[in-house]
């Protein structure tokens, strides 16, 4: 089955302790890319991908990194969160030349719901 | 710097009513555009795509694009209350990334 898959589901943490959450994807995609989801703010990019080793920042990159080593995955690092980070996150992958006429289409992981106290 | 807007809402219809959903973006020259129906704490997921000028219809949705006017706008026929969601509006900017940028999303509400 095609799909997006990321680790753990839910979090919570205290300010300042190093975590990773993890995004892997078994459709072969070019790109990858996070994001983060806030009440009234909408899904707001943070990093993306365009291939292994490719890493850009996106409009909210502060805080957070992020490595491509291989295709299939798409960590997200958050070296000393704080609580201004707890919000739903979502990864999500797409190829330029997906199957089914669907070019661009974006697939996203089922969520991380992280809270940092 | 490059904006995708929606109003927020609530849009509040009745069963079986037309929703109108709109948004419009800052680049003219944009080319890729998506809707994308969310329901509270799940993912996004695709309804529509859309790449040229003009109305793409999909079942009870139709994508409409006029590039000219910055404006894409989601059509749903026969609201049903499953049909309550929020929708997202996407686009993917010229010479930028391939990856979308993302409106805040409208909130429908289908009422019996």
């Known amino acids: 089955e095609a799909q997006v898959t990321q680790n753990p589901r839910y979090l919570i943490t205290v300010t300042g302790k190093k975590l990773t959450v993890t995004c892997s994807q078994n459709?072969?995609?070019?790109?990858m890319s996070w994001y983060r989801q806030d009440p009234g703010l909408g899904l707001r990019q943070i990093y993306y991908s365009m291939n292994v080793e490719v890493t850009d920042k996106g409009d909210v990159p502060e805080g957070y990194k992020v490595s491509r080593k291989e295709k299939r995955n798409f960590p997200l690092i958050l070296e000393s969160p704080s609580p201004n980070q707890t919000s739903l996150y979502f990864c999500?992958?797409?190829?330029?030349?997906?199957?089914?006429?669907?070019?661009?289409?974006?697939?996203f992981g089922p969520g991380t719901r992280l809270t940092v106290l | 710097q490059k904006e995708v807007e929606q109003n927020s809402g609530p849009l509040s219809v009745p069963e079986g009513a037309i929703a109108s959903l709109n948004c419009t973006y800052s680049d003219r020259v944009s080319q890729s555009f998506f809707w994308y129906r969310q329901y509270s704490g799940k993912s996004p997921e695709l309804i529509m795509s859309i790449y040229s000028n003009g109305d793409k219809e999909d079942g009870r949705f139709t994508a409409q694009l006029n590039k000219a006017s910055q404006y894409v706008s989601l059509l749903i026929r026969d609201s049903q209350p499953s049909d309550s969601a929020t929708y997202l509006c996407?686009?993917?900017?010229?010479?930028?990334?391939?990856?979308?940028?993302f409106g805040r999303g409208t909130s429908l509400i289908v009422h019996p």
């Open positions: 999500a992958s797409s190829s330029p030349r997906a199957s089914g006429g669907r070019t661009d289409t974006q697939y």
């Open positions: 996407a686009v993917i900017f010229s010479g930028g990334s391939y990856i979308p940028t």
């Open positions: 459709m072969n995609h070019e790109y």
